[in-house]
């Protein structure tokens, strides 16, 4: 066992230091992946993209695991389907996750294992029991025999959602997590946990960023558990509420945020608007909208989320509370893309506008050098 290693968080390029080799099994001495974290009864599976790890302590100080592993595999890697797409955005830090129900005739998915844990996992974050909550590390298979690790993450959110599986809607939860800062994570620290009797033996030897986090630092990376209501988000009863890609992804970035200008043109013009103006990079807004005496500042997001929290920067909220009177607020949201013959091509989407806008009648959260907006 390569007690000695680290997961050093990966990026976009293939470097191999970066890239660990997952053969699916921990017998296997080339294996960087299972070999490295799994411990005999730890019950680390090989297949499931939720794997829960338990604590061999006996008793152990919590019922939750000690070390969740979550692998999002890119829908061009062997194994099993996968119906959905989670959507990594390494930019923002913040993952979104889909849980592991799929279309079952009998089977609800509060049923599926990995549902299971998220929401007890998510019990334990709205009853503030930071001591407890297992350190989250997400992986990605980009390739088959290959994962990139993310990095170190903390869930901040949990709601049902759905997608589309074979013409009809599944129900599924979908969960929100934050990336914990850049830095490799000790293979030493999961195996060491994994034996831990308390709260305490579980912290030694963990690295900065969550020994920070769960003794309640206020600095970034930390971030704030704020629990959000256990309800379906607005438009998630449309089958484009799944989002698709990885919005790391700089193609698919742009083909978002092109579609999203193009649709908030689209509706100022239709309420008379006959001047619009594209001022996202001279402005801390993106559309000017004028009409005579009407003047409009328009802030503009596309998403594939269902669209019930966007980011704005520290600049955007100065200047949308400096101008409440002529905000608007204009989301796309729900899209998918989809990539053709080495195009970009969005499908679906719903928007959603707010106008007048006012910053502050929804919930401002500050994520590193960001707010996250949550709509009211």
Known sequence: MARDALFKPGRESFIPKQHYRDKGS????????????????????NAPGIRALRYLAKPPFTKLPSVLVLVTKK?????????????????????????????????????????????????????????ELPPILHFVKHQSGWVTFTGLCEMTALWPDRFKEKGRFVDNYRCRLRILGSAPIPVSWLHSRRWAGTPEEALRGAPEAWSSWVQGA???????????????????????????????????????????????????????????????????????????????????????????????????????????????????????????NGEMIVEGGAERVSDPWDVDSGTLDIASITYSYALP
């Open 218 to 340: 206020s600095h970034p990376p930390s971030v704030r558990l704020v629990a959000e209501p256990m309800e379906v988000p607005w438009a998630a009863d449309v089958s484009s509420a799944m989002g698709q890609g990885f919005s790391s992804d700089p193609r698919i970035r742009k083909a978002v945020e092109l579609e999203a200008m193009k649709r908030a043109r689209e509706h100022f013009q239709k309420k008379g608007f006959t001047r619009i103006d594209d001022v996202s990079r001279q402005r801390s807004f993106d559309l000017h909208a004028r009409d005579g005496e009407r003047e409009v500042f328009v802030e503009v997001k596309g998403t594939q989320t269902a669209g019930s929290r966007v980011f704005l920067t520290s600049k955007e909220v100065e200047f949308a509370r400096h101008n409440k009177n002529k905000m608007a607020l204009y989301i796309f949201h729900s899209m998918r893309v989809r990539e053709v």
């Open 26 to 45: 921990p017998k296997d001495p080339d294996d960087q992946f299972m070999r490295w974290i799994n411990l005999p009864r730890s019950g680390m599976a």
């Open 75 to 131: 829908s061009t890697t062997g194994g099993s389907y996968n119906p959905w797409d989670d959507v990594i955005d390494l930019e923002q830090g913040t993952v979104l996750y889909w849980g592991d129900a799929k279309l079952h005739q009998r089977k609800r998915f509060t049923d599926f294992p990995g549902n299971r844990t998220l929401e007890k996992i998510w019990a334990a974050v709205n009853a503030g029991k930071r001591s």
